[in-house]
C-alpha cells in the first residue's frame, strides 16, 4: 500500500465514481504490442520465448509499479496481488495471457491482463483500500502453440493435469517445457494451484461477430460452450484418375467431402447454439492424378449443453456410417479431447451484469465459444468473463482489432464487478 | 544381322507360328527390378537418377546382345534397332520408359520396353528378317516426378516443346534435366525427333480395373482420352471455431467440399467415359480450431471426346459459380493443363486387332485413361497400343502386379502387330 492510497483511504470517495482510463490502457496495449510486433500489426510473442520474457517482464515491472507484490509459480504463472484491508482474505482475481498465436493480434488475452493492470492503477488513483486483496494472473501458455496442452498454466493451476505433466512436454525442437520456462527465468517457487482465490474475473475480446452484429459494448457471459474434438479418418485406395473409371474407385475425399457438409448440417439442426467445423483436412497421397486412398479430418463440435453435445456425437457416428457405406469406404472417427459446457458462477455473473447496469452500457449476456483460463479457473473458484467487441469477430490474426471506447468500458465493468466482490 | 538369323532366315520358318519366351520375358523384369527395388516389393527408380542409369546400362546391354545397334539422342531417349532388309526404311518401332514412380512398380514402364527386348530376342532365335527394321525405345523421364513435364523425353522427340526446354527444368535441388542427363552418361549426339518411325506400338499394364474385371487378356487401345487439368481456389475467412455462429461464416473448406461433390457427379453424367478427379486439396491455414479462409484443390478432367470434355469444362465452371454464390465465397478456376483425345491410327489398331484373334485371345477396345509417350508418339507416328491386366487395376504403387502369362500374351501381340508392319 502506497502513501497516496492510505491518504485517500480515509477519503469519501465513493467507489460507484470511480473510472479507468482509457488512454492509459491503450498505450499499455500498445506498448506491448511493440514486443514482437509483425510487419502486418499483429504480435508474433510465443510462449516461453525470449520475447514472451520481453513482454512478462514489462508487465510485472508496470504491476510492480502499481504497488502490487508478486510471486511466479511453478508453472510460470504469475500472480500481483494488491493488499486490502484483511490480508488473510482469498484474492479477487483476474488475469488472462500475454503469450500470443504465431500471427496473432495486439488484443487476445493482453488485453485481459492489462484491463486488470488498469484495474489496480485506478484504485491507486482514486485512493481505494479494498477489504479484500485483488490481483492479477498472467497465465502461462494460453494458446497452445509452441507447446500443448492449451490453457497450460491455468490448467495446472485447476489441477487439471500434474505440473510434471506440464513441464515434461516439448517443442518441435525437442526442448522440454520445463527447459523453456527456466530459461526465461519465469520457473518460480510458489507451489501451484495453492493462492486461495474468492473469484476469478476475466476480461477479453469476444473473438466473435455477436456483439458487434448486434451493437452491444459488453457481453456478460454465463458460460462457455462444451467442446468434443474428432479425428475422423476416410479410408478407400488409391489408383490411378485416368484409367479407373468411376464405378470402380474407393476415393475417400469423397467421404471426407460429404462429411465436411455432414458435419455443417448437424451444427445447423442444432441452432443458433450448435457450432461444428472442419479445420484441418490432410489428403493422401495428395497428388494431382491419383485418386486419394486416405484422408484425414478433424472435427470441432461444440454446444452450451451436453446433451446436446452427445446428440451432436450421436448424429456424427450415424452420419459418418451412412456416408462410408454408400462410398464403399471405411470410416474411423475418434474422439480426441472433450471439454465439459462450463456454467460460470450466478454471483460473479451477476456482479457482471450490475457493473453493466450502473455503468448504463448496452450488453447481452453471450457464451464464450472459445476456451479461456476463466475455463478452468471455474472449476475452482467462482468465475465469470466480460467480453468486448472485436472488428469483424476476428482474432488469432495480425489484423484482429478492437475500438479504444470498447476496451475502456470492459475495464470499468472488470473494476466494478471487482470492486463489488472485494468490498470496501 | 548375325548369322543365325542368316541362316534361318532362307528356312521355312511360318513367322505366324512364333512365340515369345514368357519366361524369359518375366525373368527379365525380375533382374531389371531389383535396380531400386523397395522393401514392400515395389521400384523406386526416378528419372536421371543413378538408379536410371543402373537400369538404362542393363537394358542397352541386353538390347546389344540382341544384336540390336544402339543410338542416343540429345533428350537421353535411347533407340535400339535391328537391321531389316530394306535398312533405309523407317522403323517399326516399340518402347516405353524405364523409370519409376517414387512408390512404383516393377511393371510400368519397364513392360513395355522389355516386351520390345522379347520381340527382338525372339525374332533372332527364329531367324526372321524383316523388311523393315524393327526397334525399341527407351523414352526419358516419362513418370516426370524428379522433372516436370511428364513424357519429357517422348514430348521432345514429337516436338510437343523444344530440347531446350526440356533440359532448362530443374528439380527440387535445382539440378537441371540437362545436368542430370549428363552426369549419368546419356546426353546423346543424336539430333531429336530425326528418326523415321513406320509406326509406334506400346505395350502397357492397364492401369485400370476394365480387363480384369471382364477377364480379357488384351485391350486393344483406340486412343486416350483428353484431359484438362485445373486448380480451383476457394477463398472465405478464417475465422476462430467457437465463437463464430454457422451463419456468420466464410468457410473456404464447404465451397471445396461441395465442389468435390459436383466434380463427380459431373463425370457421373458423362458416363461411362466421363472421368474426374480432387486428387490434391490444402487447407489454410488447417488448424483444427480455426474455420478455413481458403482451400486450393486441383479438379483432372477426362474424355474420350473433345467436345465433351467442353461441356465437362461449361459444368463445372456453372457448378463453382453456384457453390460459391450459395456459400459467400470467392472462387477461381483456372485451367493448368489440357490434352486433346488421342485417336490412334486405324491400321496400326487393326494390327493389334489381327494380332489378337490370329492368337485367339479373349479382348476388348478399350481407350487409355492414362497418358503414355505412345500419346506424344502419336502425332507424329501412326500409332496404336496394347493393354494386360494388372491386379486390381493397381499402378503407381509398390504393390503393382501382374501375371506372367498375360505379360507373355500381350508381347506376342506386339511381336505379330510389328511383323505384320514390318514385313518379312
Same mark, same amino acid.
Do not use: L, R, Y
Given at each position: 500500500m502506497n502513501a497516496t492510497s492510505q491518504t485517500l483511504?480515509?477519503?469519501?470517495?465513493?467507489?460507484?465514481?470511480i473510472r479507468v482510463d482509457g488512454a492509459r490502457l491503450w498505450q499499455s496495449l500498445m506498448d506491448l504490442a511493440q514486443i514482437g510486433a509483425t510487419p502486418k500489426g499483429g504480435v508474433r510473442r510465443l510462449a516461453l520465448t525470449d520475447l514472451d520474457r520481453q513482454g512478462r517482464d514489462l508487465v510485472v515491472g508496470w504491476l510492480r509499479d502499481a504497488g502490487a507484490s508478486t510471486e511466479i509459480d511453478g508453472a510460470g504463472n504469475v500472480f500481483a496481488v494488491r493488499r486490502g484491508r484483511d490480508d488473510a482474505a482469498p484474492v479477487v482475481l483476474t488475469g488472462s495471457h500475454v503469450d500470443t498465436q504465431p500471427?496473432? *493480434?495486439?488484443?487476445?488475452?493482453n488485453y485481459g491482463v492489462l484491463a486488470g493492470l488498469e484495474v489496480l492503477r485506478t484504485l491507486n488513483d482514486a485512493g481505494v483500500v479494498t477489504t479484500k486483496p485483488v490481483g492479477v494472473a498472467i497465465w502461462t501458455n494460453e494458446e497452445g502453440t509452441r507447446f500443448i496442452p492449451t490453457m497450460g498454466g491455468s490448467g495446472a493451476f485447476a489441477r487439471v493435469f500434474t505440473l510434471d505433466y506440464l513441464l515434461a512436454q516439448r517443442d518441435i525442437d525437442g526442448i522440454s517445457f520445463g527447459e523453456a520456462l527456466h530459461s526465461i527465468g519465469y520457473a518460480g517457487s510458489t507451489p501451484v494451484g495453492e493462492l486461495a482465490v474468492d473469484a476469478y474475473f476475466e476480461a477479453h475480446i469476444?473473438? *466473435?461477430p455477436i456483439l458487434e452484429r448486434e451493437d452491444r459494448v459488453i457481453g456478460v457471459v454465463t458460460g462457455a460452450l462444451g467442446q468434443r474434438w474428432y479425428d475422423c479418418i476416410w479410408t478407400g485406395q488409391d489408383a490411378?484418375?485416368?484409367?479407373?473409371?468411376m464405378e470402380a474407385r474407393h476415393d475417400a475425399l469423397r467421404g471426407a467431402s460429404r462429411m465436411v457438409e455432414a458435419v455443417n448440417a448437424i451444427a445447423l439442426r442444432h441452432a443458433p447454439d450448435g457450432r461444428a467445423t472442419v479445420g484441418f483436412m490432410q489428403v493422401k497421397p495428395n497428388s494431382r492424378n491419383v485418386i486419394p486412398g486416405q484422408v484425414t479430418m478433424s472435427i470441432d463440435v461444440r454446444h452450451p449443453d451436453d446433451e446436446a453435445l452427445a446428440r451432436m456425437d450421436r448424429e456424427l457416428r450415424e452420419a459418418s456410417s451412412v456416408i462410408a457405406r454408400e462410398l464403399r469406404l471405411e470410416c474411423e472417427l475418434r474422439q480426441v479431447v472433450e471439454f465439459p459446457a462450463s456454467h460460470f458462477n450466478v454471483d460473479c455473473v451477476n456482479s457482471v451484469q450490475s457493473a453493466v447496469e450502473m455503468l448504463g452500457l448496452s450488453s447481452r449476456k453471450i457464451v464464450s465459444g472459445a476456451a479461456h483460463d476463466a475455463v478452468y479457473l471455474s472449476r475452482v473458484a467462482p468465475t465469470s468473463m466480460i467480453f468486448v467487441p472485436c472488428k469483424d469477430g476476428i482474432s488469432h490474426n495480425e489484423i484482429e482489432d478492437a475500438r479504444p471506447e470498447h476496451l475502456e468500458a470492459g475495464a470499468n465493468v472488470l473494476l466494478h464487478a471487482m470492486l463489488a466482490r472485494a468490498g470496501v
Open positions: 483511504a480515509s477519503s469519501n470517495v465513493t467507489p460507484t465514481s500471427s496473432g *493480434g495486439k488484443f487476445d488475452g469476444e473473438q *466473435g490411378h484418375a485416368g484409367p479407373t473409371p
